[in-house]
């Protein structure tokens, strides 16, 4: 099974408002790391220090760096029409989406997937279920989190261990199952084409 995993990190937490800094993503192939997209964005305004002391992101790491509008077309062309996995991806979604919009551009392709409400039902009675304890309970060799490629690693190996407690005879579970599982309907990027103005 071939699927992607993105994390993003931000300079706070409202879409539309606050802007993204670094976009990672991790295509996995038969559960390896086949290719990684990483790049940190420069959001045009100062980053709040809230934010850096969460992330480690500064202003002076995001000079020179492409902007969001620059970056959303080679995100997308990288993503195609796997399936896109990420930890509380309502959030990421909603980040990407709006900027989407804003720059009528075509997103990913793919279904989106969040690994959070699956784990909940996977790993029942855990004392919350952020990507850090998830990896603890699963023994996932960490270091740092917080930055968008080692989250989205970290998923992609979380996604891997709950799909084997899930599927039947060896088989991966099917993408609507895994859908149902997180009790929400299916969500896609739209495919916008820019028109002239």
């Known amino acids: 099974m071939k699927f992607i995993t993105f994390d993003l990190e931000t300079t706070g937490t409202v879409p539309g408002v606050d802007q993204i800094v670094e976009i990672g993503a991790v295509l996995?192939?038969?559960?390896?790391?086949?290719?990684?997209?990483?790049?940190?964005?420069n959001p045009s305004k100062p980053i709040p220090s809230g934010a850096s002391a969460v992330n480690g992101i500064t202003d002076d790491m995001v000079i020179g760096k492409p902007s969001i509008e620059l970056?959303?077309?080679?995100?997308?062309?990288?993503c195609m029409d796997y399936p896109m996995v990420a930890h509380n991806a309502p959030f990421d979604s909603q980040f990407l989406l709006s900027d989407i919009k804003k720059y009528e551009l075509s997103g990913p392709?793919?279904?989106?997937?969040?690994?959070?409400?699956?784990?909940?039902?996977?790993?029942?009675?855990?004392?919350?279920?952020?990507?850090?304890t998830l990896v603890q309970h699963l023994k996932i060799p960490s270091s740092n989190f917080h930055r968008a490629e080692e989250d989205a690693t970290y998923c992609g190996k979380l996604f891997i261990e709950m799909t084997k407690r899930i599927s039947i005879g060896g088989k991966p579970?099917?993408?609507e199952n895994l859908v149902s599982?997180?009790?929400?309907?299916?969500f896609r990027f739209p495919q916008i084409i820019r028109q002239p103005k």
Do not use: H
């Not at 970056?71 to 990288?78: K, T």
């Not at 392709?109 to 850090?132: C, E, H, Q, S």
């Not at 599982?181 to 299916?186: A, D, M, R, S």
């Open 109 to 132: 392709r793919g279904v989106v997937l969040d690994t959070l409400p699956i784990a909940r039902k996977v790993f029942p009675g855990l004392p919350n279920y952020k990507l850090g």
């Open 28 to 41: 996995f192939n038969q559960g390896e790391v086949e290719s990684v997209f990483s790049t940190l964005i």
């Open 71 to 78: 970056v959303l077309p080679s995100f997308a062309e990288f």
């Open 173 to 175: 579970p099917l993408i």
């Open 181 to 186: 599982l997180t009790g929400k309907q299916e």
